[in-house]
């Protein structure tokens, strides 16, 4: 629409169903690169895709017309079945139900970028479920502990 203006930063996180670690590094960037031309597709722009075997951080410049949750559901529905048409996984991949989303202001993309970025590293001194609930806590989201991520086993 004209003269409709935006700036809308999101990072969205989503995990493997039962947090399997099965996005193994042989296959990462590629399933990196399908996801970033998923968010693509639906006009918004991808800013940078990144995670590891167990879950993923997609970091978007977002459009007032597209929902986060279509948004999620095609980049999620889409790039499962990718993995699945590809045999990617030994077994029938799914994402876990749910995700989460936050936003951020023009000031924070270089710092959200590189945290994005370093994801293997940072995952070395923390775990996903530590980093899940310090994003929660940080943007003040109420949450049920028993719908949050567990630990890997």
């Given at each position: 629409m004209a003269n409709t203006y935006h700036q809308i930063y999101i990072q969205t996180v989503f995990a493997v169903k039962y947090r399997k670690a099965v996005i193994e590094k042989e296959w990462q960037s590629t399933l990196f690169a399908v996801i970033g031309n998923l968010i693509n597709e639906t006009s918004c722009k991808t800013i940078i895709v990144n995670g590891v075997e167990d879950h993923i951080h997609?970091?978007?410049?977002?459009?007032?017309?597209?929902?986060?949750?279509?948004?999620?559901?095609?980049?999620?529905?889409?790039?499962?079945?990718?993995?699945?048409?590809?045999?990617?996984?030994?077994?029938?991949?799914?994402?876990?139900?749910?995700?989460?989303?936050?936003?951020?202001?023009?000031?924070q993309i270089d710092k959200v970028y590189k945290y994005i970025q370093n994801q293997a590293e940072h995952h070395k001194k923390q775990t996903f479920r530590d980093e899940y609930l310090d994003f929660l806590k940080k943007f003040k989201v109420a949450y049920d502990e028993q719908y949050i991520f567990k630990d890997l086993i």
């Open positions: 997609c970091f978007i410049g977002s459009k007032p017309a597209i929902s986060v949750s279509d948004l999620m559901k095609t980049i999620k529905a889409k790039s499962s079945k990718y993995i699945n048409d590809h045999s990617l996984t030994p077994e029938r991949f799914e994402w876990q139900d749910g995700y989460g989303v936050f936003s951020y202001s023009q000031s």
